[in-house]
């Protein structure tokens, strides 16, 4: 079936260190999006990258998808205790549909 | 200010009544979907809609209903069939273009079923 596989579920670092969540899909995707959602709150996009092998910065925030359109990461730099939050990829699958990721929650130690 | 507003913030029900939890948008949007989210877990596609109307059941739909008789609104209501409800409740919107699905979440309802 259409799934999206995300990895770490859990990740605890220390202010300062970097952290890496990592996403995979069962089919080619015509694009991949990722979602930040901070503790009590509701997902809120950050990007949609959308061609092989493509890398796309956020200020301290690396996004990169594969060349084959079945991975992705997102990799956060020197994390500080704003990025705290659980983040999700997501593939746009037949139907209109969007299938999540399960997420990867990220604490930050200071 | 354009966006999602879903109401209430926090919803308590008795077991065994059905209840309904609104979702309007004025964004313009085509698209309309409901997901699940448990504690520490993912999203889950409840019903979506893509056109007034006409709507389309998710990966989780037993137990719930939806309605979608104007574009703005999408409510969703979950019935006494559903066999854990308390959950917390996100909807969401879209335009319907193929390559730019970016989903737009309204704060979500926290339901706890006593």
Redesign the interface.
């Known amino acids: 079936g259409q799934q999206v596989m995300?990895i770490p579920?859990y990740q605890h670092v220390q202010e300062g260190e970097d952290f890496t969540t990592y996403c995979n899909s069962s089919t080619t995707l015509?694009?991949i999006?990722w979602y930040k959602q901070r503790p009590g709150?509701?997902?809120?996009?950050l990007i949609?990258l959308?061609k092989s092998g493509e890398v796309k910065k956020q200020k301290r925030l690396t996004f990169q998808f594969g060349e084959a359109k079945k991975n992705s990461s997102l990799h956060i730099t020197a994390t500080q205790t704003t990025d705290v939050g659980t983040y999700?990829c997501?593939g746009?699958f037949q139907?209109?549909?969007?299938?999540?990721?399960?997420?990867t929650?990220l604490s930050v130690k200071p | 200010d354009g966006g999602i507003t879903q109401s209430p913030k926090y919803l308590f029900r008795k077991e065994g009544q059905n209840v309904t939890l609104s979702c309007e948008q004025n964004l313009n949007h085509d698209?309309m979907?409901w997901?699940r989210q448990d504690p520490?877990?993912?999203?889950r596609?409840i019903y979506?809609s893509?056109i007034v109307n006409d709507f389309?059941k998710?990966d989780i739909a037993e137990g719930y209903s939806v309605s979608r008789e104007k574009k703005e609104s999408f409510p969703l209501t979950v019935t006494s069939a559903q066999k854990n409800p308390t959950a917390f409740y996100?909807c969401?919107s879209?335009t319907?273009e193929?390559?730019?699905?970016?989903?737009?979440?309204?704060?979500?309802t926290r339901l706890t079923v006593l």
């Open positions: 995300q579920q015509s694009n999006q709150g509701h997902p809120v996009f949609q959308v999700f997501a746009p139907g209109g549909k969007l299938i999540f990721g399960q997420g929650e | 698209a979907y997901y520490g877990q993912g999203l596609l979506y893509q389309q998710g996100l969401a879209s319907v193929r390559t730019t699905d970016t989903q737009y979440f309204g704060p979500g």
